[in-house]
């Protein structure tokens, strides 16, 4: 009995390690649960492409903690060019979202900018009229601030059609101040880029574009309209006596102004802005001759006295106004009355001058 009960008690206990070894532990909370991956269709081996091992390096490793429902939601990935790499990313991948923020293709800062715009057209003409043409030089300081020369020179500056029409048909025109022509200018400014960024150019291309705001003072010379356009009768044949201008001197001039700047490759640029030029207008000499000069002219045309010895002012350009035109028989003595009645009444005004620039850059 003793022997038997003694057997039975070793077999139980030589055949606990067994069963406890065949007895699986319970599942982790955490643990993945295994998702079957659906079989990809199968493809010629001619168009199966070979692996890139870029891609197997960039490939991320599903962490071991990840929920099933993240892990139902991945997508499969048949197409080849789903694979394909655009800047280290599978970007056509189902399974991939990038956030990119790129910085400028191009930095400006410590370059130069030549910018030629061939036509100056401006585009609040009421009594005056100016088209011409305007060069700058920007150097780029900063990335986002620049130093800045400009020149513009104006080869048509006329009064408006409405102003030639009072002065044609009404015998009025505007006060002299407020039709003061701009010849040319001068200033130095500064330019400052405070947005920019980037466009896709028939999906091929990447253009860089700027908002550019400038500002900048300078000096301008003037003119003023002393008679229009007339026509003469000379030799039984009717000629035209072109417009006469007197120069009114150089006058202070500013400048605000605001555009884009569209930028191809790293040396060239289109320029599209808006800028209103801002003078003081004051017409108290007519080419240098002042209401006192004009007074001598007349009394002068009057007597016959040579104007040379009339003792006019220093600045009064007098050989303007006499002598006679070869070609239309024009006597230049009648308009010393014109000239006079323009600084009989000094006139002030501020002008603006606001303009359409369209021109192109070189960087380097």
């Not at 400006?108 to 011409?132: C, I, M, S, W």
């Not at 080869?155 to 505007?174: G, P, T």
Request: glycine share 8%.
């Amino acid at each position: 009995m003793r022997t038997t009960s003694l057997l039975a008690l070793l077999l139980a206990t030589a055949g606990t390690p067994a069963l406890a070894q065949e007895t699986p532990a319970p599942p982790l909370e955490n643990a993945p649960i295994p998702v079957k991956p659906e079989p990809l269709p199968a493809q010629p081996a001619a168009e199966q492409p070979e692996p890139e091992p870029a891609l197997e390096a960039q490939a991320p490793e599903q962490a071991s903690d990840a929920p099933l429902a993240e892990a139902a939601e991945l997508q499969p990935v048949a197409d080849p060019n789903q694979h394909q790499l655009v800047n280290g990313a599978p970007l056509r991948n189902p399974n991939v979202a990038v956030h990119v923020v790129q910085k400028k293709r191009f930095a400006d800062e410590g370059r130069h900018e030549f910018t030629l715009y061939p036509v100056v057209a401006q585009v609040n003409g009421r009594f005056t009229e100016h088209t011409g043409s305007a060069f700058h030089y920007t150097y780029h300081l900063q990335e986002n601030f620049g130093l800045q020369l400009s020149t513009q020179y104006n080869w048509y500056s006329n009064e408006s059609v409405f102003n030639l029409e009072l002065i044609d048909k009404v015998r009025e025109q505007a006060q002299a101040a407020s039709a003061l022509l701009l010849v040319w200018g001068a200033q130095a400014g500064v330019e400052v880029t405070p947005l920019y960024g980037k466009f896709a150019f028939y999906d091929n291309h990447l253009l860089q574009f700027s908002l550019v705001l400038s500002g900048g003072a300078g000096i301008g010379s003037t003119r003023v309209l002393i008679r229009p356009d007339v026509v003469n009768e000379v030799d039984g044949q009717q000629r035209t006596v072109p417009a006469r201008f007197g120069d009114t001197g150089s006058k202070f001039l500013g400048s605000v102004g605001g555009g884009f700047r569209v930028q191809f490759g790293d040396s060239m640029a289109l320029r599209l802005e808006v800028r209103d030029l801002v003078y003081t207008a004051r017409v108290d000499r007519v080419d240098g001759c002042n209401l006192e000069d004009f007074q001598k002219l007349e009394d002068g045309r009057g007597s016959g006295t040579a104007f040379k010895d009339l003792g006019l002012t220093g600045s009064c350009q007098y050989d303007k106004f006499d002598g006679v035109d070869p070609k239309t028989k024009k006597n230049y003595r009648e308009d010393i009355v014109l000239g006079k009645d323009l600084v009989g009444n000094p006139s002030s005004d501020v002008l603006n001058n606001l303009s359409f620039y369209a021109g192109f850059s070189y960087l380097f």
